[in-house]
């Protein structure tokens, strides 16, 4: 078969758990309606075959590898497809979307997610008596081993939507029993599964199966797809660990399963995905870039983490732009014009008209750094006889850090130079841009935000080994948006909706401990829902309008009592996972308590999920506001407690289902998913924000530093996309208090990048760092410019503004002899230049800064 040759932006092997093996991924797909991962026809396997990467058995010969990414966009006749995943777990698990079909027009979308492990079950022996470790099993005699448990490993959901690896051992009964604590993992060669059943597992079997595996662990080899396994029992649930002996354990697989599974149907599946999947691919087809326009293919076009190829290639190209266009402002007008011809032995470069409207705006910026520039050269140049004092040089080391990112002129450089970067290595962008930049950055963000894979990418950022991963995916689409979209409007729109997206997320973990929050927002909760009970809004199969008439009357007149009975159930039971593990023991609590002390209030257990949900969604942007409900009054409170409510209202009518009981809802699986992925909705956007206006009208939540700072990150903003985050009604808005959390969090895993990057000297690592940093930081401003929460944030900005446009990492200094006088120079400019530049100002955050950077760097 001819193809085309597969584009490199980084080594495949830095996907792979070990170099040169062929590794499957098995993979489940979902047509984003939310709840029906499932094997399709001819896409069972993503394979990766010494350099070639196969969806089914489709060549994917456009791949573009970045670290622990890959995307695609390739067509020929009868196939079109376009990809972004995602590794994670150091390539255990691969997640993200593809689309496919017989053309772009055609395509459809599918959120997949595949193991390194495939799901099998194996049938396993163990010895009959412990061995000491390490003994070879080869060496034990047939007679020696007996039958052990069956594993079975495979693919399930877990409340919220999240894809997890299931690992099942059989009981001495022959069922299988889920082992939450066991794990998944890659060493060397192998993957390896370790059991681990809790205490409270093993407490429950002790009796009847006190042989029940409680530590133990098994090998398979990469290699093989359906390799045996070989490891060691070290403890069961009736026998402590030895310290140097144990069981040994193999493990073969029961039955290797078919290649293909045309036999399995898939809802929602068109029968163009099986169509394109299926057609033959010949020796003579060509597969190429896809040429056109699609959203498809936009979205895998986000800036890569490093370019490959031995070369500084982004390095050189920012650091080009920025002396070409100093060059040309320099000769614009003497004395500038003399220095270019004597010292840097040029003339002015000719720009063309996109270059020359940009380095216009910054012609006396770009004037005053050519002094600056020749100064810092000179000063370091052996034939150079006058020298800056060292008060000079911290002057003026100080412009090329803190100063010159205050420069608005700068900012503006800076922004069109790193758009510039950007497009060099993703020139298929500059055909969207020429299409109406704007219209399909809407576009992106539409693709960017919905789907299933939108809420997985939330599952992963819970995730700690898949955290990452999920921020940088963030921030690359941030990127991609800024490019399309230079005002930065869309990306902070995208920042935005992340950021609701999280809120939903963190409330889903949050679980109501505290007896006197949950006093707080319980009673007005309990009034709003039993009100739309009576009036039909909310259609509750336990409890008639007449009887919810009937509790309001029996709750106004015994509210103290009813609400800390309730409030103290509900922290009874804050010793569980998340939000709805807890409605769900509530609720089966409910009748026993709560019904039998007041049974006018008997049949409203069916509530304790949408009340747990505010209460929790409450507590969640308390926390993330940093408001402290205690100081707010009792109308504040009951205010913001009522949009809480109208919130689960909203989302509630939206997703559905939510009245029907824990149980039910545990039945439809997606219901808790969707319910995630309503926050990144526009009506869930405004309810938050109104929700966070109500929690912090009543806090001085400026603090005199950020009041300090604010006139500096305005000016900062002037002429460039952060003038849309800093306007006023930006300042003075509140989504970017809600977006702290997440907003510190991309910061600082991307400064703690780019600090690294120069600490080991990778330029090209460096550039592309601030790049990805420039995003983050831009989603951060909205989220904390106004917020500044002590000590945290402000180091961080600190520092954000001192290394902006990181002069001092991409400039180089002169490394040939310039020709005299450089003496005459340094006098007559250099040293007045300089004189003339404010003072350092003692930096508050100087000692915090230094911790950030020997912490990145360590």
């Known amino acids: 078969m001819t193809t085309t040759t597969t584009q490199s932006a980084g080594d495949t092997a830095a996907l792979r758990p070990i170099g040169g093996i062929d590794t ?40 573009c590898w970045d670290k622990d990414f890959v995307t695609w966009t390739q067509e020929f006749e009868g196939h079109f497809s376009a990809g972004v995943l995602r590794f994670l ?17 055609d395509a459809v979308r599918l959120s997949v997610h595949g193991t390194l492990p495939p799901p099998a079950v194996y049938d396993t022996r163990i010895t009959v008596s412990p061995h000491a470790k390490g003994t070879d099993p080869k060496t034990v005699p047939a007679d020696q081993w007996t039958t052990g448990r069956v594993l079975r490993l495979s693919s399930d959901y877990d409340d919220s939507g999240t894809i997890y690896a299931k690992i099942e051992l059989t009981d001495a009964k022959g069922e299988f029993q889920e082992l939450s604590n066991s794990t998944q993992s890659i060493e060397g060669n192998n993957f390896v599964v370790t059991i681990s059943t809790s205490s409270e597992e093993c407490s429950a079997l002790i009796e009847s199966d006190p042989g029940f595996y409680r530590e133990a662990e098994l090998k398979f080899p990469i290699a093989e797809q359906y390799g045996k396994g070989v490891g060691a029992v070290r403890a069961t649930c009736g026998t402590a660990a030895a310290t140097d002996k144990v069981w040994l354990w193999e493990a073969t697989p029961r039955r290797v399963p ?112 050519g002094c600056a520039y020749l100064t810092k050269s000179f000063n370091q140049h052996s034939g150079c006889t006058v020298k800056l004092s060292q008060q000079q ?47 399909w950055a809407q576009k992106a963000l539409q693709r960017l935000t919905t789907g299933t894979n939108f809420t997985q990418l939330f599952n992963s950022y819970h995730i700690q080994t898949a955290r990452d991963a999920a921020l940088r995916v963030i921030k690359k689409n941030g990127l991609l948006l800024a490019t399309l979209d230079p005002t930065g409007a869309t990306a902070k729109t995208y920042y935005e909706r992340v950021t609701a997206v999280l809120v939903g997320k963190t409330s889903a973990d949050a679980r109501s401990g505290d007896i006197n929050l949950v006093k707080d927002w319980l009673p007005n909760a309990l009034k709003v829902y039993l009100e739309k009970i009576k009036d039909g809004t909310i259609q509750l199969d336990t409890m008639s ?70 209460g929790s969604v409450y507590q969640t942007v308390t926390a993330l506001t940093k408001a402290d409900w205690k100081s707010m009054t009792t109308q504040e409170r009951a205010k913001a407690v009522i949009s809480a409510t109208e919130l689960g209202l909203q989302a509630f009518k939206a997703v559905k289902d939510a009245y029907k009981g824990t149980a039910h809802i545990a039945r439809k699986l997606g219901v808790l998913s969707k319910l995630s992925g309503w926050f990144g909705k526009i009506e869930a956007l405004e309810g938050i924000g109104a929700l966070a206006a109500q929690i912090t009208k009543a806090k001085d939540w400026i603090t005199p530093a950020a009041k300090a700072l604010e006139p500096l990150l305005k000016q900062v903003g002037k002429g ?68 500044f929460v002590a000590g945290l944030a402000l180091p961080i900005i600190g520092f954000v503004l001192a290394i902006a446009g990181i002069v001092m990492a991409i400039i180089q200094w002169f490394t040939t002899t310039p020709r005299n006088p450089m003496d005459d120079f340094m006098k007559n400019h250099g040293k007045p230049f300089v004189d003339a530049l404010p003072d350092p100002k003692q930096d508050a955050h100087k000692s915090d800064t230094k911790t950030l950077l020997g912490t990145a760097g360590s």
Do not use: C
């Open 258 to 369: 078919e290649q293909r599974a045309d036999n399995l149907p898939i809802r929602g599946v068109p029968q163009v995905v099986l169509s394109a999947l299926t057609t033959q691919v010949d020796d003579d087809v060509q597969m190429g870039v896809y040429s056109g326009l699609a959203v498809e293919n936009l979205v895998t076009l986000t800036p890569p983490d490093a370019i490959d190829g031995g070369k500084d290639v982004v390095s050189e190209l920012i650091n080009d732009k920025l002396m070409r266009n100093m060059k040309w402002a320099m000769g614009r007008q003497e004395p500038e014009k003399g220095w270019l011809k004597d010292f840097l032995l040029t003339s002015a470069p000719t720009l063309n008209t996109e270059q020359e409207a940009l380095a216009k705006k910054g012609e006396a910026f770009y004037r005053e750094f």
């Open 720 to 787: 460039t996309m952060f003038e849309v985050l800093f306007a006023k009604s930006v300042l003075s808005g509140v989504m970017k208090i809600l977006g702290a959390a997440v907003a510190v969090a991309l910061t600082v895993v991307a400064f703690v990048d780019l600090l690294d990057a120069i600490k080991n000297g990778r330029p090209i690592d460096t550039l592309w760092a601030s790049l990805n940093f420039a995003v983050a930081f831009l989603g951060a401003v909205v989220a904390i410019a106004s917020l």
């Open 545 to 614: 309008a007449i009887e919810a008439k009937a509790a309001l009357e029996f709750l106004a007149k015994n509210e103290m009592a009813v609400v800390g009975d309730i409030a103290q159930l509900i922290v009874s039971h804050g010793n569980v996972a998340n939000r709805f593990d807890q409605a769900k023991a509530v609720e089966g609590s409910w009748a026993n308590t709560i019904g039998k002390k007041y049974p006018k209030l008997a049949m409203a257990g069916k509530l304790s999920f949408p009340l747990l949900w505010v």
């Open 24 to 63: 499957v991924y098995h993979l489940l797909a979902d047509t984003d309606n939310g709840d029906d991962y499932r094997r399709i026809p001819g896409m069972e396997q993503l394979a990766l075959r010494g350099s070639e990467l196969y969806l089914g058995e489709v060549p994917i010969s456009t791949a």
């Open 393 to 439: 040089a911290l002057k003026l080391d100080n412009y090329f850090s803190a100063g010159i990112a205050q420069k608005p002129e700068f900012n503006i450089q800076h922004q069109g130079l790193y758009r510039e970067a950007y497009l060099a290595v993703r020139p298929k962008l500059q055909d969207y841009i020429a299409d109406d930049g704007n219209a």
């Open 89 to 105: 777990d150091d390539g255990l698990t691969v997640s993200g979307d593809i689309s496919i079909g017989t053309s772009a027009d």
